[in-house]
């Protein structure tokens, strides 16, 4: 069965501090995979990653790809208390034959002023 | 117009209720998506529409789950007989094929959600 899993599910830091954010994956047919974040509202988008290894960059935030080990790491450096929201990760792959999203849990990040 | 919008943003319903929740996508989307979010998990994924044609409802829970888009425009979320356990957030989100074509793989932009609360 897909399935995307999330680590940690929450984390506290304080403003400043730098965060990682892990991914991990098993789907067949895999296609891409995203990051969201989710405050309370609709997830907006953040990153699509495609590619190993190229790193998407903005602002503060970055993700990377690891198509070979199955994996993306969110990260977040020099954060504020406005960075705090759940992050989604999502991998779009074929499932009962057309092309979806399926969602991790997510992380529930709490920066602290 | 400028975003994804749903109405009602919160439905309380009476277990047995009938509801119809209201998605209106980024105009000019072609691919029209439905998902339900329970308290603390992701959005999981229940139907998908390319214009007004319904390509795949494998997400559905039940059969008082209903979805249309007939106009390939707006959609609806009908859950009939509402029971506790659908309650949720429901989030629609819309996009629309990139320079390849690829309907339904492009990036997925969301509504605010309605929040059913099933007493």
């Known amino acids: 069965e897909d399935k995307v899993v999330q680590s940690p599910l929450s984390l506290v830091v304080h403003e400043g501090d730098t965060v990682t954010l892990n991914c991990s994956y098993e789907?067949?047919?895999?296609?891409?995979l995203l990051w969201y974040k989710q405050e309370k509202k609709a997830p907006t988008f953040l990153f699509m990653l495609t590619s190993s290894g190229i790193e998407k960059k903005s602002g503060r935030l970055s993700s990377i790809l690891d198509k070979k080990e199955l994996f993306s790491i969110l990260n977040i450096t020099a954060t504020q208390t406005g960075d705090s929201a759940v992050y989604l990760c999502?991998?779009?792959?074929?499932?009962?034959?057309?092309?979806?999203?399926?969602f991790g849990t997510g992380t529930r990040l709490k920066v602290l002023a | 117009g400028a975003g994804v919008s749903q109405s009602p943003r919160y439905k309380v319903a009476k277990r047995g209720q009938d509801v119809a929740l209201r998605c209106d996508p980024i105009s000019g989307h072609v691919s029209l998506f439905w998902y339900q979010q329970a308290l603390g998990q992701g959005p999981e994924f229940l139907t998908y529409f390319q214009n007004e044609a319904q390509l795949d409802k494998s997400g559905l829970p039940s059969d008082r789950f209903f979805a249309e888009r007939p106009e390939g425009s707006v959609s609806t979320l009908k859950i009939q007989r509402t029971q506790q356990e659908d309650s949720a957030v429901y989030l629609c989100?819309?996009?629309?094929?990139?320079?390849?074509?690829?309907?339904?793989?492009?990036?997925?932009?969301f509504g605010p959600g309605t929040r059913l609360t099933v007493l």
């Open positions: 789907v067949t047919n895999f296609r891409s």
């Open positions: 989100a819309s996009s629309s094929p990139g320079l390849a074509g690829r309907y339904g793989t492009d990036t997925q932009y």
């Open positions: 999502a991998v779009e792959a074929k499932t009962s034959g057309t092309y979806k999203y399926i």
